[in-house]
């Protein structure tokens, strides 16, 4: 693997941070749908720039097999409604506990990768780590409740 890739995970994280705190601080001037809007369209933008710079054209061929339209279907939504409800949660809450909430996603990673894919490639480990996430989630939005109920 190329080194330089092997940090493209970290660097993600770095971005998603800083959407974070800029989304919070955002909502104070924007509507969501407005912010959407925008997002899409840099989105729109980037896709641009790889089929100039990266000479990546855009290809149709998915289309014509249903389980692979399906699975791109899938691939193109979930991360657009997982970026609606987490605007919403930051828009609601905070950065820090949006981002905080999210966390558990690897839980869910694992979840869907076994219930669609039948992926089994994890061990105690793993589900270790899933049990201690999840806690966390569960001692977060507890907390949260009782901090907005008190």
Same mark, same amino acid.
């Given at each position: ?6 940090? @493209? ?8 941070g800083?959407?974070?705190? @800029?989304?919070? #601080?955002?909502?104070? %001037?924007?509507n !969501?749908? %407005? ?15 790889? &089929? #100039? @710079? ?8 998915? &289309?014509?097999? #249903? ?21 919403y949660?930051? #828009?609601n $809450? ?14 869910? $990673? !694992? ?7 039948? !992926? ?10 899933? !049990?201690?996430i ?17």
């Open positions: 693997m190329n080194i330089v890739l092997a940090f @493209f995970p970290i660097v993600a994280a770095m971005f998603y800083m959407a974070f705190i @800029f989304t919070e #601080k955002a909502m104070q %001037s924007i !969501v749908a %407005s912010y959407i809007f925008l997002v899409a369209l840099v989105e729109l933008l980037l896709a641009l720039g790889l &089929m #100039k @710079f990266k000479a990546e054209p855009l290809t149709w061929d998915f &289309m014509q097999n #249903k389980i692979d339209f399906t699975i791109v279907l899938i691939a193109v939504m979930s991360p657009a409604l997982g970026w609606l409800f987490t605007t949660a930051i #828009k $809450t905070s950065a820090v506990y949006a981002a905080m909430g999210e966390i558990s996603y690897p839980i869910f $990673t !694992v979840l869907f990768a076994f219930l669609f894919f039948g !992926v089994r490639n994890f061990d105690w480990t793993v589900f270790l780590g899933g !049990v201690l999840m806690a966390g989630s569960f001692i977060l939005v507890y907390g949260q409740i009782h901090t907005k109920a008190g």
